[in-house]
């Protein structure tokens, strides 16, 4: 089955710099790959997703980029403010059906 | 739109005892697919329905167990309940049938302790 590595596992930045968290898959048959945002206590959110026909995605202060050739894709955070701070997962889908498969996640600090 | 509702929020039950959580979708959404989700293991996909039928299975043993409605509303259940199926469980809904994937959306989830 499928299975999605995620790193680094903590991240602690400072105010305005960005961050950077990087997933790699094994199924080349997934072709969907969202980014989950969750704060403590609280449902995990969607925040970005790209689909495989894309190269890279971008809203706002965040950005995915996917490499389908490699199998591994990338969270970017810009101008990072403190409210940026939660854990966030990367995942990773098939087609027909709705099963994913989440990265361990990656804790973020953005320190004021 | 309302979004995806679980109940209970919360709930504590005995080692050896079953429990049954319910979710209701977003309208209009008829595929609901269960997570567990722990410190230890993170999130780990239960199974999939997609109207009324199983669509996915996980890995976890036949004591987890599930179903869904007519009206896409779903419940899980687990039998036998065991400390370590504390968690949070979390119900997520989707538009899709097959062909390209929707955007997953998840309820806020029911915080099972088991003692």
């Known amino acids: 089955g499928e299975n999605v590595e995620q790193h680094p596992s903590t991240l602690s930045v400072q105010e305005g710099d960005s961050a950077v968290i990087k997933c790699t898959y094994s199924?080349?048959?997934?072709?969907?790959f969202p980014w989950y945002k969750q704060e403590l206590g609280k449902r995990p959110q969607l925040i970005i997703d790209i689909r495989s026909n894309v190269g890279e995605k971008k809203d706002q202060r965040i950005a995915v980029t996917l490499n389908k050739t490699a199998k591994h894709f990338s969270l970017h955070i810009t101008e990072t403010q403190p409210e940026d701070s939660a854990v966030y997962f990367c995942a990773a889908i098939k087609a027909a059906g709705n099963k994913l498969t989440f990265g361990g996640g990656t804790r973020v600090l953005v320190k004021p | 739109k309302a979004g995806v509702t679980q109940t209970p929020r919360y709930l504590i039950k005995t080692r050896g005892q079953q429990v049954t959580l319910s979710c209701s979708p977003i309208?209009?959404?008829?595929?609901v697919s269960w997570y567990q989700q722990t410190p230890g293991q993170g999130l780990q996909f239960l199974f999939e329905?997609?109207?009324?039928?199983?669509?996915n299975k996980g890995n976890f043993p036949g004591r987890f167990s599930g179903r869904q409605f007519s009206n896409s509303r779903s419940e899980m259940n687990v039998s036998t309940l065991e400390l370590g199926d504390s968690a949070l469980y979390l119900c997520a809904s989707s538009s899709t049938g097959p062909g390209p994937q929707n955007t997953i959306y998840f309820g806020e989830g029911s915080w099972l302790t088991v003692v």
């Open positions: 199924d080349s048959a997934s072709n969907y």
């Open positions: 309208s209009g959404h008829r595929s």
């Open positions: 329905y997609f109207s009324e039928t199983q669509r």
